[in-house]
């Protein structure tokens, strides 16, 4: 049997078990709320250029819709797309603001979206977009805690 150690320095199992000192606490603290503004001020930015892009594809796009033209669906595309874009990068500052795990989803769920709008993507690409925009549905209304409306 191993003697016990009579001195004041910790066991192994008892090392980083103490209570933080004032220092670290106050460096944690104000860490904490330094990165909390930082990513709010991204959060903002993000949310401030989703709503420019959004004003800027319903001013300049959709009367493009109306005009006499040749290319209807690909204006309609590229309204469809650059909304897409907006709901992504608006998605993303929620998840910046709050990072919750449902909001990540989100975000991926628009990203697959976008992808199966493109006209030139394979038969093999859109099914398992479909496929992964199902599961990531599935997940987050049943699976993720929190409110699903």
Known sequence: MAAK?????????EIGTGEETKAELM???YLGTGIHLFLSALAVLLLVAAAVAAFDTVVR????LWAVQQDEYGVLLKIVDNLLLVAITAEFGLLLLFRRLSAAVEV???????KTVNPEIAALDLVLCA???????VIRFYYLPGKTT
Request: hydrophobic share 45%; charged share 15%; no cysteine.
């Open 61 to 64: 796009d959709f009367p493009k």
């Open 131 to 137: 496929g992964a925009i199902a599961g990531l549905i």
């Open 27 to 29: 460096i944690s603290n």
């Open 5 to 13: 150690s009579t001195s004041n320095e910790p066991s192994e199992s």
């Open 108 to 114: 991926v769920i628009f990203v697959l979206a976008r």
